[in-house]
């Protein structure tokens, strides 16, 4: 089945610091999600891209729609130490309504 | 705007007895879908309901169900649980049905002993 694999699967970086991590896959898709876990809560959704070469911000997180839509990448600019979690891409498969999958996941520590 | 809810938190279940979860959606949202999260996972979509009927179902065995209510709170069921049903059960809720936007509740623990 269709495969989301995210890179890097871990980062250490320090406080300051922008970060950059993807997510690609296999076959097409026309929406890429990007979610935020902490430990013991649930996916909170930080950006949703919905055309090819899409970019969208929300405060520091900007993330890209791969112009193939076949990837998406996910850049945090001036890291603090509230950013460290699992961050993880999703996307629906074609025609499967409404189910998501997912990456992986990267997680990221942020060194104060 | 109340967010996605979920209960029991945390719940601790003995192989082959069965367990309910339940998750109320995010106000407005007609659409529930479930997720389970083994430790170290991506989420893996269970099912989704919509109009309290089954609309799209992953790879899980039928002793995985559901059930969606009139006011779309939601219940997932299941039966003769084994070891590796032990995980984090997700519930998420979107505006309509087909909608790739999902906002997800805090989730319960299950372990099974």
């Known amino acids: 089945g269709q495969q989301l694999n995210q890179s890097p699967q871990s980062m250490f970086i320090q406080e300051g610091e922008d970060v950059s991590m993807n997510c690609t896959s296999s076959?097409?898709?026309?929406?890429w999600l990007w979610y935020k876990q902490d430990p013991g809560e649930g996916p909170v959704l930080l950006i949703a891209l919905y055309k090819a070469g899409e970019l969208t911000s929300n405060g520091r997180l900007t993330a890209q729609f791969g112009i193939t839509r076949k990837d998406s990448f996910l850049n945090i600019s001036a890291s603090i130490p509230s950013d460290v979690g699992i961050y993880f891409c999703a996307g629906p498969p074609y025609n499967q309504g409404g189910k998501l999958i997912f990456g992986q996941g990267t997680e990221l520590s942020v060194k104060p | 705007e109340t967010g996605v809810t979920q209960s029991p938190t945390h719940l601790i279940k003995t192989r082959g007895q069965q367990v309910t979860l339940r998750c109320s959606s995010q106000s407005g949202h007609n659409t529930v879908s479930w997720y389970q999260q083994a430790l170290g996972q991506g989420p893996q979509f269970i099912f989704q309901y919509y109009r309290e009927e089954e609309n799209g179902r992953g790879n899980f065995p039928p002793r995985f169900s559901g059930l969606q209510f009139p006011n779309y709170s939601s219940e997932l069921n299941v039966n003769a649980l084994e070891l590796d049903d032990s995980a984090l059960y997700l519930c998420a809720s979107s505006l309509r049905q087909g909608a790739s936007e999902q906002y997800f509740g805090p989730g319960t623990r299950l372990t099974v002993t």
């Open positions: 076959s097409i898709f026309n929406t």
